[in-house]
């Protein structure tokens, strides 16, 4: 059964102190990988989208990189105004190309 | 470009009523899909439209339907609602060959039912 799972569920860092969000996913074929950021009431905000094993993409302080089979999203000196839920998501390849969504990682960065 | 819409932004409605929800994609999107979103539950599949036929369907009973417009434009319908319903509806629309098919979120629909 195609599967994302994201840890941890929660995270607690000091402003300035570097740590990584994981995803990992069971999938029979992987059309794409996406990573979100969603502020408490709003819609998912997109970040980025992996295609391939080995890939990379970078956008401030956040770095999301991909493997066969699970991706992470490093957050390097972070600022109070990261904190937000992370969610991961995979497009599978089999069938009718569904969306699946992790549970998301709930940060909280300390000033 | 402007982004996904969603209206209304806010409802209330009471038990045993109906609500439709309704969500304009990017331009140029032909695949919109519709999620629950309630505290602890993380984003729930609803349905997904292409070119006015469901694609795909979560696990949700037959309350909750949906249908694409020949515009792309879609909707969503509650029947009968329960106090469960109670949740954030996203839309997301996303293109659908190769490298487009990255779903953008609307802000969403909060949906109170009393």
């Known amino acids: 059964e195609d599967q994302v799972t994201q840890s941890p569920e929660a995270l607690r860092l000091q402003e300035g102190e570097s740590s990584s969000l994981n995803c990992s996913y069971t999938?029979?074929?992987?059309?794409?990988l996406f990573w979100y950021r969603q502020d408490p009431g709003k819609g998912p905000e997109f970040l980025f989208t992996?295609?391939?094993a080995g890939e990379e993409k970078e956008k401030e302080r956040l770095k999301a990189t991909l493997t066969k089979k699970e991706s992470f999203l490093h957050i390097t000196a972070p600022k109070p105004e990261d904190s937000a839920t992370y969610l991961c998501?995979?497009?599978?390849?089999?069938?009718?190309?569904?969306?699946?969504f992790g549970t998301g990682t709930r940060l909280k960065v300390l000033a | 470009k402007a982004g996904v819409t969603q209206t209304p932004r806010y409802l209330i409605k009471t038990r045993g009523q109906q609500v439709t929800l309704s969500c304009s994609p990017i331009?140029?999107?032909?695949?919109v899909s519709w999620y629950q979103q309630t505290p602890g539950q993380g984003l729930q599949f609803l349905f997904e439209?292409?070119?006015?036929?469901?694609?795909n369907k979560g696990n949700f009973p037959g309350r909750f339907s949906g249908r694409q417009f020949s515009n792309s434009r879609s909707e969503m319908n509650v029947s009968t609602l329960e106090l469960g319903d109670s949740a954030l509806y996203l839309c997301?629309?996303?293109?659908?060959?190769?490298?487009?098919?990255?779903?953008?979120f609307g802000p969403g629909t909060r949906l109170t039912v009393l």
């Open positions: 998501a995979v497009r599978t390849t089999s069938g009718t190309y569904k969306y699946i």
């Open positions: 999938v029979s074929g992987l059309r794409g």
């Open positions: 331009s140029g999107h032909r695949s």
């Open positions: 992996l295609y391939s």
């Open positions: 439209y292409f070119s006015e036929t469901q694609r």
């Open positions: 997301a629309s996303s293109g659908t060959s190769p490298g487009t098919d990255t779903q953008y």
